[in-house]
């Protein structure tokens, strides 16, 4: 039904694939990176799922066949909420990050039962927004101005990338009619998996998560996010 839409989608599985399988090979341990891998595994599974029931074939299918790819999404959006919650704990106190990890599942559970009777993906894009603009950006700008760690830079950079997916998305601006206003958010999309991928590759558990003598200033933070000097 939407061959282009289905193919940007597989573009998103297929990075999503790699980051998984580059990230497996070097098999780091602890909490942090089992999330890391999972998030790109189950965001990869969703991908497929919407790919292909909710795009391709969604002629033959209801509606509800969207759901799976709509709440395995929100579950990988929850596993990249951990890593950060997770890496945030060097910095916060001990009841905020359980706190943190509480309302995490809190808000998932929330947003699924709300998805699943509504059958509207508003709430998926909602979910993500809240994930990923309230709980990662904040949590890794907060860190990289007490430590300056690259994986933060790295990860604080692909959100907004991705935010501008929504952008698109919500004002429908495509570049054609075989490109539409999907096909760009998707392909948006994928290249910020493939950030948080090389932002990923830079927390090795080896290398101390040290934080520095003097935390950054707002301004030289918004400099570096920027590239400037």
Not at 48 to 72: E, V
Not at 185 to 194: F, K, L, Q
Not at 218 to 224: D, E, G, T, V
């Amino acid at each position: 039904m939407e061959p282009m839409v289905t193919f940007t989608d597989l573009w998103i599985t297929a990075v999503c694939l790699y980051a998984f399988y580059q990230l497996r090979k070097r098999n780091h341990e602890g909490p942090i990176h089992r999330y890391l891998r999972a998030y790109f595994l189950i965001m990869a599974l969703a991908t497929f799922l919407g790919g292909i029931l909710g795009h391709a074939f969604q002629y033959a299918l209801s509606l509800q066949w969207k759901l799976p790819g709509w709440l395995i999404s929100m579950i990988a959006v929850v596993a990249i909420e951990r890593v950060s919650i997770f890496q945030a704990q060097l910095l916060v106190s001990k009841r905020a990050g359980k706190a943190l990890e509480a309302f995490n599942l809190l808000e998932l559970i929330t947003f699924l039962v709300i998805t699943f009777y509504t059958l509207d993906f508003f709430f998926v894009k909602i979910h993500s927004a809240y994930g990923l603009g309230l709980v990662v950006l904040p949590l890794h700008i907060l860190m990289y101005k007490h430590a300056a760690h690259p994986m933060n830079l790295y990860f604080i950079r692909s959100v907004l990338f991705a935010s501008l997916s929504a952008v698109f998305y919500t004002l429908e601006i495509g570049l054609h009619l075989w490109f539409n206003h999907l096909d760009v958010a998707h392909t948006i999309m994928a290249i910020s998996m493939y950030g948080f991928y090389r932002g990923a590759l830079f927390l090795d558990p080896k290398t101390a998560y040290k934080p520095l003598v003097q935390p950054l200033t707002n301004l030289r933070i918004l400099k570096a996010i920027f590239g400037l000097k």
